[in-house]
């Protein structure tokens, strides 16, 4: 017995209903018996301008890669390791507009709901004529598009679909281990896959060796400035409280995202710290992120204490980032290495303050210093 759907074939997962076998493993997508047939959604394909505008002229690093992709995308899956802020979706984008103009259905997912909305109007903005249509939560009436940019959950409506099919942060929660995601994924694509990411796990680092996949690397942001390497600073608890206290009032013009291990540590320094400056938090329990991201980007707010919750997909035009209690297992090497990616990512930013402040120097943080060093060395020869 085997789902189609989700590839399952442990028998103790199907269950027997009115005399017919089905799959548990993925039911929360609905029910699918044994040996379903799942049929692809019917979606339409256009002939459009699929033409595209950047804000930015592309890098001359950009360019080769888009050159590279474009060579080997045929070949077998291949991953895109970039620096966070080096425009890895821009690099997609050619391959996005020759599906399309082929007439191919093309796929962007991410983990992300809020990163979802995100992606959807950075691509609407380039591709002018092109239908992008954001699937997710809150976003369902709408299921087609010339481009389907959608949560790694709403992958189950689109079986056998996509041509070219884009995973975004495939290392993030929850993708990342969940197999009945990663199953719905590869049932999703019939044609190509390119995967990205600035923090490749051991599996796809696993993958890459054993050559299963195609790795291409852009580790220079479209800017030309380096990655910011973050300031490890070992201090007891208070002192760094004292800290934060002291660069929030000394920093008034900046803006600031502050991590915080915990939502009980989020709330408790934002209650303590609201009298001190214009500040919110934001944590999973939040129902106004996206009020209180805005309020960040217009200026209205200058700091928001966030759980990790913030660590990716979120970019802000000159915001520095202090991560405190950073010595907590929460914060794996990947962690960092993303919240300090939030720091200098625009071209009128290209640099900020990033501090680590903990107790103590973990494996971590220095893994996270050396990785980010790493990227900012001349790869032009390797
Ligand atoms: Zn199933």
């Given amino acids: 017995m085997k789902c189609k759907r989700c590839n399952n074939s442990d028998k103790d997962k199907f269950y027997k209903w009115n005399g017919s076998w089905y799959c548990r493993n993925c039911i929360r997508f609905g029910k699918v018996e044994v040996n379903q047939e799942i049929i692809p959604p019917d979606l339409t394909s256009n002939q459009i301008d699929t033409s595209y505008v950047l804000d930015y002229e592309l890098t ?65 903005h380039a591709f002018k004529e092109v239908k992008v249509t954001p699937v997710c939560a809150g976003y369902t009436t709408e299921v087609d598009g010339d481009i389907i940019v959608c949560t790694m959950h709403q992958l189950h409506r689109y079986h056998q679909t996509f041509d070219l099919l884009i995973m975004d942060e495939i290392d993030a929660f929850p993708y990342e281990g969940n197999v009945i995601l990663q199953s719905l994924a590869q049932n999703a694509c019939r044609g190509e896959l390119l995967l990205l990411t600035a923090t490749p796990n051991e599996q796809l ?7 299963e996949i195609n790795q291409v690397t852009l580790f220079k942001r479209h800017h030309g400035h380096p990655l910011v390497v973050p300031k490890i600073l070992c201090m007891p608890k208070v002192v760094q409280y004292l800290f934060l206290m002291y660069l929030c009032l000394k920093h008034k013009d900046k803006k600031w995202i502050i991590f915080l291990p915990t939502i009980a540590q989020v709330q408790q320094v934002f209650h303590a710290m609201k009298y001190l400056c214009k500040c919110s938090n934001i944590t999973s329990k939040s129902e106004d992120k996206e009020q209180v991201m805005e309020d960040l ?41 993303q919240m300090v990616g939030r720091v200098g990512r625009k071209r009128e930013y290209p640099s900020g303050y990033a501090y680590i402040l903990a107790s103590k120097k ?16 001349d790869h032009s020869n390797v």
């Fill in 205 to 211: 680092k696993e993958q890459v060796r054993k050559n």
């Fill in 60 to 124: 001359n690093e950009q360019q080769e890669l888009m050159e590279e992709i474009d060579s080997r995308i045929h070949e077998k899956p291949m991953l895109i390791y970039a620096a966070c802020g080096a425009g890895k979706t821009e690099t997609t984008m050619e391959q996005i507009s020759n599906y399309i103009r082929e007439g191919k259905k093309v796929g962007y997912a991410i983990s992300r709901r809020q990163v979802v909305l995100e992606i959807a109007e950075r691509l609407s």
């Fill in 362 to 377: 973990t494996k971590e943080m220095k893994q996270c210093v050396q990785t980010i060093k790493w990227m900012n060395q």
């Fill in 297 to 337: 980007r217009c200026g209205k707010i200058q700091v928001v204490f966030a759980t990790t919750i913030l660590e990716r997909g979120i970019t802000i035009a000159g915001v520095n980032v202090c991560i405190v209690g950073a010595e907590h297992q929460v914060y794996k090497e990947s962690s960092l290495i």
